[in-house]
């Protein structure tokens, strides 16, 4: 089934987005290579056009699929080299975050689902074994390479094999801890341990730091300067200064190939290239919908979303409080942090790089010193920092307002499900998560959780179409774990949380129009919390109680429900999602798997006795 719709998606993008181009563009090297073992036979010149026709389909797949762009371009004659040098599956290499995977895949056997657009369901955006055996791992996360490769090289020593272990890792990756932890302890090794460095000065947006601007003179200098980080932690290093020229990379892989030492070969690299408008605004063209050629200099019309909402509350706030602070783990762009937002913000914003652990650091800090941050991160990253939310932000009651984007249950890849960060972010102590249900409510929570300064605040910004009621809110969310009774019935209760409020209203409404039945419907507000007397009091009038929450039901909002009246006579429905992993599940099918429809939720609610 899920295959079944998956190529169906795939044929409706294929009708409806036109592609810039088609078969008869390839050239006969691309034809002709279809596994390294092709590229070990071909000349430079060759290779010259093989990255060309690499290009067109790459191009051709974003353009009607969507995915990422620019990392994809800029790493092409790396990618030939690589495999014209290494011998993979035998070598292993190991991608970080693999934003930049898209030409391994074609040269690993899987170049028709870049050029057919039937096909393009039929592999992931990022690196996964049950694909090929030249990818080595599932990962969708960054700055993990240098971790798992060292890892890998390690078991190689230990069974007394012999390859060749290759990680390749962005500019923008190193700024993770992951990545300078993995760099630190890869470094004495003492055996085979290549590491590629792709510096093309960009992360999804630019790069800010000192471990950039090391990277900057080593750059400047051609890698010749005394001041090498790489140097300095006991690598061997290599420079080399057109890292898209794939005579020079050949050269320099070829050297450093079989080496008996951890080495780093550092290469400059133009991110987006072959298309310029990715080489000109490589932000923006980082990733994209499908369309984009088609789309390219049109104006898009503006559309009001929990983003922009965002955006315009933060700066309405920065001007009249100068302690106000936004803050992103290198992902503005998810969150809907525009250029012109960070150019408004000025020395108002920090982009501490793909650092989610130093982030939630940092706004403690911030916090703790009197000022008024705001991070905004993204569901699937902020399980990267479990630590620092329990320890910097929880313990020490941070006044800080921490922004989840992306919760809730999608038909995304399994590197970025949105789906854990409830039970992750609600049962530790302290924290109070908030799930607003609408603009106003948002806006009410907003403006409470900056201006407060007792507690650590997260809020799960609501995604879709932003729903209005017209009215301000004036809720005093210090007064904590208060639900909002929205309508008062009996016989059924329904606490909807955040997301999916919306869906508990049409539960609401169906009893009542289907059964007679006029429910209770609650928002719950807070996730972190039950009011304990609103509970208590469902107890006199409902039979059954159910619960709505767009997120893993284990660990949940709903278990807190179903805790609190396990000893008593209530029985207790929790609707959410399986503590599963999926991946690229259409999100229809999983609202049917998991009962998430009025219809279904209301038939089970009537067959519970």
């Known amino acids: 089934m899920k295959k079944r719709i998956a190529v169906t998606t795939a044929l409706i993008l294929a009708l409806t987005v036109p592609s810039a181009f088609s078969a008869g563009q390839y050239s006969p090297v691309f034809d002709k290579v279809n596994s390294p073992q092709d590229v070990k036979k071909l000349n430079t010149s060759e290779m010259n056009i093989l990255a060309k ?84 791992f599932i990962l969708g996360h960054t700055s993990t390479s240098l971790s798992l490769a060292s890892g890998m090289a390690k078991a190689r020593d230990l069974k007394k094999e012999k390859y060749n272990v290759v990680a390749l890792i962005g500019d923008g990756s190193l700024s993770g801890g992951e990545a300078l932890e993995g760099l630190s302890n890869a470094a004495v090794l003492n055996s085979n341990m290549i590491i590629i460095v792709n510096d093309n000065s960009m992360a999804i947006a630019p790069v800010e730091g000192g471990i950039y601007n090391s990277l900057a003179i080593l750059r400047e200098t051609k890698g010749q300067t005394k001041d090498n980080i790489f140097k300095s932690m006991g690598y061997d290093y290599y420079y080399v200064e057109d890292g898209n020229n794939v005579e020079s990379l050949i050269k320099t892989f070829t050297k450093v190939k079989d080496s008996n030492k951890p080495v780093v070969v550092h290469i400059h690299t133009l991110k987006g290239k072959g298309y310029e408008p990715a080489e000109q605004d490589k932000e923006t063209y980082h990733w994209q919908l499908p369309g984009f050629i088609e789309r390219a200099g049109k104006v898009q019309p503006k559309v009001e979303t929990y983003n922009t909402i965002t955006n315009d509350f933060i700066l309405s706030k920065k001007k009249k409080d100068p302690s106000v602070i936004a803050v992103s783990p290198a992902t503005p762009g998810a969150t809907g942090m525009t250029k012109d937002f960070r150019k408004q913000m000025g020395e108002n914003y920090t982009d501490v790089g793909i650092a989610e652990q130093h982030a939630v650091g940092y706004v403690s800090g911030l916090a703790s010193n009197g000022a008024k941050p705001i ?52 049962n530790i102590p302290n924290i109070v998560y908030l799930a607003p249900t609408n603009k106003e409510e948002y806006l009410g929570m907003l403006n409470w959780a900056i201006e407060q300064k007792d507690y650590p605040v997260a809020i799960r910004v609501p995604s879709g179409k932003v729903i209005k009621t017209g009215r301000v809110d004036k809720t005093n969310y210090s007064d904590l774990n208060k639900f909002k009774i929205e309508n008062k019935g009996d016989t059924i209760a329904i606490i909807a949380a955040g997301n999916f409020y919306k869906l508990g209203k049409e539960v609401q409404e169906k009893l009542k129009k289907e059964q007679n039945i006029n429910a209770t419907l609650i928002n719950p507000v807070y996730l972190s919390g039950i009011d304990k007397q609103a509970l208590e009091d469902l107890k006199k009038n409902h039979r059954l109680v159910i619960t709505l929450e767009d997120g893993c039901l284990a660990g949940g909002y709903g278990e807190k429900i179903s805790r609190y009246y396990a000893n008593s006579g209530m029985k207790v429905l929790n609707f959410g999602a399986d503590k599963e992993f999926t991946d690229r599940v259409p999100l229809e099918e999983l609202y049917k798997k998991y009962h998430l429809t009025s219809d279904l939720i209301v038939e089970d609610i009537m067959n519970t006795k």
């Open 53 to 136: 026709d690499i290009r067109t389909a790459i191009l051709n797949k974003v353009n009607t699929a969507g995915g990422h762009l620019g990392p994809d371009l800029g790493i092409v004659e790396t990618t030939i080299a690589l495999h014209y040098v290494f011998n993979s599956p035998q070598d292993k290499i190991v991608y970080d975050v693999s934003h930049q995977i898209y030409p391994h895949k074609i040269l690993t056997g899987r170049k028709d689902a870049f050029v057919n657009p039937l096909a393009h369901p039929e592999i992931t955006g990022y690196s996964n074994p049950n694909e090929s055996p030249h990818d080595n």
């Open 375 to 426: 991070l905004e991160v993204m569901s699937s990253f902020i399980q990267r920092t479990y630590d620092q939310l329990s320890q910097d932000f929880a313990i020490n009651k941070a006044p800080a307002t921490i922004l989840v984007f992306g919760g809730g249950i999608s038909g995304t890849d399994v590197t970025h499900l949105g789906i854990f960060d409830i039970p992750l972010i609600s």
